[in-house]
């Protein structure tokens, strides 16, 4: 399978955004949980949770509960309100980038294959849909 440079980039952007997909897909099938919550609401619960998983990187649920307040917001044609939460996006990219400088080569080949595996696994998935 070959592909050219605008595929590539047009694959990795599907491959991250089925995550947001998936958020808003167990969003819906819930009975989207947080329709009745005001928009100010759900704008501070979002900023929350972005708050806490910028805190806990390892933790998926956080991760997950803030996708799904930013399935939510998107839903309602809201963006979510980033300006809230620029310092903590800062520092949890920064130890993200302290820790990815730690890892000795071999670890970050694992890291690129287990990642590589992740996006081929996409895209297999994709072409499995295809007639």
Known sequence: MTYN???????????VSSDFMDWTAGNISRGRKFLNVSDSELAD?????VKASCRDLRNHELLDIRG????ELHLRG?????????????KSLATIE???SSLT??????????????????LRSCEGGKS
């Open 105 to 122: 080569l071999e670890q970050r080949k694992e890291i690129g294959e287990s990642v590589k595996a992740d996006f081929e696994a996409f």
């Open 98 to 100: 302290e820790y990815l």
């Open 78 to 90: 809201i963006e979510p309100p980033h300006e809230r939460v620029e310092e903590e996006v800062a």
């Open 5 to 15: 440079d605008n595929d590539d980039e047009a694959q990795v952007i599907a491959w």
């Open 45 to 49: 619960a979002w900023t929350e949770a």
């Open 68 to 71: 799904y307040y930013t399935a």
